[in-house]
């Protein structure tokens, strides 16, 4: 990173130091004066805040490992010995369980914004990339450790999402054998899932750096779009910035800390406090709330996809769910090339502006028919909606927002552009009349 | 943003005002007042704490009732000094029970009397036992009932008064009782309580809502037992993160007082 003379602090003990090894120089230059656009918005605390969840599911991680068990006959007893005999066990183990929730409420969170203000787009589509990398081994992540205290809904939820892998065309079932280490979810499964439960996350603290690194490279986005044209529209990460992040991270933990308190189950599932039973299925198996919309998207695909009047086959409804709920996410690796509008921001997006919400509102519509029954219905008046139909319209909006924005791009005209970042914000001429020309081009 | 807001707002609680339509086998149970606010309820009672005598009248129900078939396998005898017993009542509560231990050192097992450190003794010797002695399905360890159903201690009360003669038109299988909590309404087990079935040391009447009461409390305090000091440092934590942000935030207006 820093290369040539470093600069001199006023310790000699640092001195000494950062001339053999430059990290006070680095930690200067990246946390330090690092140049930040000066108008983020709340939204911008929540990368700081879904570091600081990892490092809680890290730590807190690590420490229920040495007291677990991963053997069928045993685990879900040394995950209770946890809860009742381990000092502090409790409260380990209910930070853990609902730090996975507060994790992903993190990353959604910091996910929208990134759709919301373009921060996918030009030059940050690796940037972009790296995130959806992360976001991928965190649902791995979280759905092994689900399978962890072996209670009825770890087990279920784990044979009913292995086995979606047997929809793959001539490697499914191997690809299956090879997760399960046997011929059903047994204890080579409980095993290896441990093993990569507690060797993904180190990964993901890798993938996290890079990250971070890319971030560094190319700055960050900001709530206008516009890229920072000069030192009026930046201001050092600290001290302005550490301590807005601090502030909403102890915010945001606060809320984490009321749910670990008073509400510790309010994210989990009762069957799970049964033992896992092969012989016995529970009447409704779903999956943590984080995986319920792309689960809905899954169950959504209830039709063969095949050739019109010929009768053949092409794609069977369930390798069509397994594509449509893996395509749900695969989708935002090719995002930034989707988007063909110059400008970033929705504020300034008439369309995309309606686009995204009608996004926003599919997902949590989604989340809330992956957590129904398969053949629940809505009743209004004396009209019977099936949810599935719900949940095939809200899959066809998820995906539409997506595939709609080459067009979108063509067709929308943006709204006038800021000339720069501190214009707005100083409040020296708000309407910057002829800056809409070239809004994206770097200063 | 503020638009953006107004439309989230207003989708979620579109989503929400249509969940109650949805057709739904699932039952709710007649909410109770609990001292401890709810082990399954979430922000109910944030001070609560269990209630003592409840708690010990609930184990004197579990002990002469539940546990001539109902394990309890994740509780020891001395996990009872939470209920309010000393060491001596312990002792002797631990000793009613005959302990098989062993192999000792010629290899044989031997029965000795129970101590504190035992296990709750289960009433079968395994599951199959179990399940051979109550016509094919063992009868469910009630250590975490209270967080392994739906509605929680509520659930437990429902179920305990809830045996009824079935409605015309229903047909109970032999072996089944009808019962209006249970889901099917079809279940094996045969209405444990009646009033007046334990006779409580405290001069409390033993009807049966309030045996279910108390065993519901004691259940509730199994399952989860460690939810005072929850409870209490709860209250800590959260006094601290809040004034912490407090601070935090008028550091943030400091610093940023001049870019405003």
Redesign the interface.
């Known amino acids: 990173m820093a290369h040539g003379p470093s600069s001199s602090f006023k310790n000699p003990v640092v001195n000494w130091l950062d001339q053999r090894l430059p990290i006070f120089t680095m930690i200067q230059k990246e946390y330090g004066v690092f140049p930040t656009p000066?108008n983020f918005?709340y939204f911008w605390n929540f990368g700081a805040i879904a570091m600081i969840m990892l490092v809680t599911m890290i730590v807190s991680g690590i420490v229920l490992a040495m007291h677990y068990t991963p053997n069928t006959n045993l685990a879900f007893?040394s995950v209770?010995r946890i809860?009742?005999d381990v000092n502090f066990g409790?409260?380990i183990r209910?930070i853990h369980m609902n730090g996975a929730s507060f994790f992903f409420i993190a990353v959604y969170i910091h996910i929208f914004r990134g759709l919301y203000y373009g921060s996918y787009k030009k030059p940050r589509e690796l940037l972009w990339i790296i995130g959806v990398v992360i976001f991928l081994l965190m649902m791995a992540t979280a759905f092994m450790g689900y399978v962890l205290p072996w209670g009825q809904m770890s087990f279920w939820g784990a044979t009913v999402i292995t086995n979606l892998f047997s929809a793959l065309p001539l490697v499914g079932q191997d690809i299956v054998t090879l997760l399960w280490g046997g011929f059903s979810v047994d204890n080579p499964t409980l095993n290896r899932f441990f093993a990569l439960h507690y060797l993904l996350p180190f990964v993901i603290a890798a993938v996290v750096f890079l990250h971070v690194a890319a971030l560094h490279v190319t700055g960050s986005n900001n709530p206008l779009g516009v890229e920072p044209k000069g030192p009026q529209d930046t201001?050092p990460f600290h001290?302005?910035y550490t301590?807005?992040d601090?502030?909403g991270t102890?915010?945001y933990?606060?809320i984490f800390?009321?749910?670990?308190?008073?509400?510790?189950?309010?994210f989990g599932e009762?069957?799970n406090?049964?033992q896992a039973n092969p012989m016995v299925t529970p009447?409704h198996i779903v999956p943590e709330w984080y995986f319920l919309p792309y689960y809905a998207i899954l169950r959504s695909i209830t039709f063969d996809i095949s050739i019109p009047f010929t009768g053949l086959k092409l794609i069977e409804a369930k390798l069509g769910g397994v594509i449509a709920m893996f395509g749900s996410i695969a989708i935002l690796f090719i995002l930034p090339w989707l988007d063909t509008s110059p400008v970033r921001s929705a504020r300034f997006r008439p369309i995309f502006?309606k686009g995204i919400?009608a996004f926003?509102?599919a997902f949590?519509?989604l989340m809330?028919v992956g957590a129904?029954?398969a053949d629940?219905?809505?009743?209004?008046g004396g009209l019977e909606i099936p949810?599935v139909y719900v949940g095939q319209f809200a899959t066809l909006v998820y995906f539409g927002f997506f595939l709609s924005l080459p067009f979108v791009g063509l067709i929308e005209k943006p709204l006038p552009l800021p000339a720069s970042i501190a214009k707005p914000v100083l409040g020296g001429g708000a309407s910057a009349a002829g800056a809409t020309a070239k809004p994206m081009e770097k200063a | 943003m503020r638009r953006l807001r107004s439309l989230i707002l207003a989708g979620l609680v579109a989503v929400a005002a249509a969940a109650p339509a949805v057709a739904s086998e699932e039952m709710e149970y007649p909410k109770n007042e609990w001292s401890h606010g709810g082990v399954t309820r979430g922000f109910s009672n944030i001070f609560g704490t269990f209630d003592r005598k409840a708690l010990q009248r609930g184990f004197q129900v579990y002990k002469e009732v539940c546990s001539a078939c109902h394990s309890m396998n994740l509780l020891s005898y001395r996990n009872l000094a939470a209920l309010g017993y000393n060491e001596a009542e312990i002792t002797a509560i631990a000793a009613g029970y005959d302990m098989t231990d062993g192999p000792n050192d010629e290899g044989e097992m031997f029965t000795r009397k129970g101590v504190p450190a035992d296990h709750f003794k289960a009433p079968f010797p395994n599951e199959k036992a179990a399940a051979a002695a109550n016509g094919g399905k063992a009868p469910p360890d009630l250590s975490l009932i209270v967080k392994a159903r739906k509605g929680g201690e509520d659930y437990i009360v429902a179920l305990l008064t809830g045996f009824e003669p079935a409605p015309a038109g229903f047909t109970v299988p032999s072996g089944g009782n009808y019962n209006k909590a249970f889901p099917g309404h079809v279940i094996a087990m045969p209405p444990p309580l009646s009033d007046g079935g334990v006779t409580f040391a405290d001069g409390t009447k033993a009807t049966v809502e309030q045996q279910a009461k108390d065993v519901a409390t004691f259940l509730a305090w199994a399952a989860e037992p460690n939810l005072e000091a929850r409870h209490q440092m709860g209250l800590k934590v959260m006094i601290f993160l809040i004034v912490l942000a407090g601070i935090l935030y008028a550091a943030k207006r400091a610093v940023w007082a001049d870019q405003h």
């Open positions: 000066r918005n007893n209770e809860m009742r409790w409260l209910y201001l001290p302005y301590v807005k601090s502030f102890v915010v933990l606060a800390a009321a749910f670990v308190f008073y509400a510790p189950n309010f009762p069957d406090y049964i009447p502006k919400l926003l509102v949590f519509l809330y129904q029954t629940a219905a809505w009743h209004l949810l």
